[in-house]
């Protein structure tokens, strides 16, 4: 029993200092739409508070046009993410239209590493014209 409390009175510290950080989560903000020759490019500032560094991460993801038709169905790979860290990444899109384009669906999370947190903690948003869901 003893042995018991010493551990909680060793754990718990550090755990309410994480929890007074802000909440655990993953955001991925479209940040920037850019038309290039041929291909839209997709800018997402991303920023990992999970408690972990991420070795990788992919997000099924599926463009949808202003017409509410599916263009696309793709992987997004956002690569290692460090805790604490914001990142960017870009996606090129070629043949996609920028203007063309209405939402962005995460369909789901498909490489999440260490861990399965990632879905839990995800958290979507925009500064552009095109909606971000998930």
């Known amino acids: 029993m003893r042995l018991v409390l010493f551990l909680c009175c060793l754990l718990l510290p550090a755990h309410l200092a ?5 909440p655990m989560r993953l955001v991925l903000e479209l940040n920037r739409i ?9 800018t997402f500032l991303t920023h990992n508070t999970l408690g972990t560094d991420l070795d990788a991460l992919s ?4 463009l949808i046009d202003t017409e509410g038709r599916v263009e696309r169905l793709t992987l997004f790979d956002f690569g290692a993410l460090p805790d604490g860290v ?12 920028c203007e063309g384009l209405g939402r962005v669906l995460i369909n789901g999370v498909a490489t999440c590493s260490p861990g399965e947190a990632c879905a839990a903690g995800l958290e979507l948003s925009t500064r552009t014209s095109v ?3 998930g």
């Not at 997000?59 to 599926?62: A, K, Q, Y």
Request: glycine residues 10%; contains cysteine; charged residues 30%.
């Open 131 to 133: 909606e971000v869901i």
């Open 86 to 97: 914001p990142r960017v990444r870009q996606f090129d899109i070629p043949g996609l239209a």
């Open 34 to 42: 850019d038309p290039l020759d041929g291909a839209c490019r997709l």
């Open 18 to 22: 994480r929890a007074q950080d802000g």
């Open 59 to 62: 997000v099924e993801t599926v």
